[in-house]
């Protein structure tokens, strides 16, 4: 089976990893975390929250900013992401990072009381199995929430908020941070393609697909996964 990323962040080397944290610190992504944390912080105030494909966890520290109640939990194929999140949560107590996929965890059945995952869910090669592993950790009468773009974006809006966002930093940096986005941009599914996907999965009656900006960029999906 073709992979649409993951084999590539399984075998992710550890400077890649870090390479990806330093690139994706901008300004417009830690500004898209902090909105991501407050949204979250309005919807559940205690509990178990698990970030899904967290990478180099910076949007569970965000979180944590926000509500230090919380017991965080981040899930991530790839070793090396995770290497970098356990030095980016070193401050944080109440965090449990482990190394696995989505499609079959061993997390208890009904344990969450919020699951979210940001940029990671046009990764997965099993989208539906994901979606299910998610509903069966989930608690009863709790959401997930799935960051992540979509095909259909404004391109011209797209390319002056690029502008702005990274309007202070050095030449190097502006050609570095793009490529990350830009390929995530090139692979991701259509708002069709992603209501297919969830229609096979055991959240089809319960889910709302909204449109949104994040970090000023207008490319972002919030898609609410109930489990009623
Ligand atoms: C583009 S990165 C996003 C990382 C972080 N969430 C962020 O917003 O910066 C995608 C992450 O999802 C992870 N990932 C991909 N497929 C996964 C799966 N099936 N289960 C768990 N993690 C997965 C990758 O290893 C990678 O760290």
Same mark, same amino acid.
């Given at each position: 089976?073709?992979?649409? &990323? ?8 550890? %400077? ?8 994706? &610190? ?20 205690? *509990?178990?929250?698990?970030?899904? &494909?967290? *990478? ?43 190394? &696995?996929?989505?499609? *079959? ?5 009904? %344990? ?17 199995? *994901? ?43 502006? %050609? ?53």
């Amino acid at each position: 089976m073709k992979t649409r &990323g993951e084999k590539q962040y399984i075998n992710m080397p550890r %400077f890649a990893a870090k390479l990806y944290d330093n690139l994706t &610190g901008v300004k417009g992504v830690n500004k898209s975390f902090e909105e991501i944390a407050v949204f979250i912080g309005n919807s559940v105030k205690q *509990g178990y929250l698990l970030d899904v &494909g967290t *990478g180099p966890g910076r949007l569970l520290l965000e979180i944590h900013k926000n509500n230090s109640l919380l017991d965080l939990y981040g899930l991530d194929i790839s070793a090396s992401m995770l290497d970098v999140a356990k030095q980016n949560l070193k401050a944080v107590k109440n965090v449990n990072l482990q190394v &696995g996929n989505i499609t *079959g965890t061993d997390y208890p059945a009904n %344990f969450f009381d919020c699951i979210v995952t940001t940029g990671s869910f046009y990764n997965w090669d099993k989208p539906v199995e *994901g979606l299910n592993e998610i509903f069966r950790i989930l608690k009863q009468g709790k959401s997930a929430y799935i960051f992540d773009t979509y095909k259909e974006y404004d391109k011209s809006l797209l390319k002056a908020r690029l502008k702005e966002n990274l309007k202070d930093y050095s030449i190097i940096r502006k %050609f570095l941070s793009k490529p990350f986005l830009k390929k995530q941009l090139s692979i991701t599914y259509s708002i069709t393609e992603y209501e297919n996907i969830i229609r096979q999965s055991v959240f089809k009656e319960n889910y709302t697909i909204h449109q949104i900006d994040l970090g000023n960029l207008p490319v972002w999906l919030r898609i609410e996964l109930r489990k009623d």
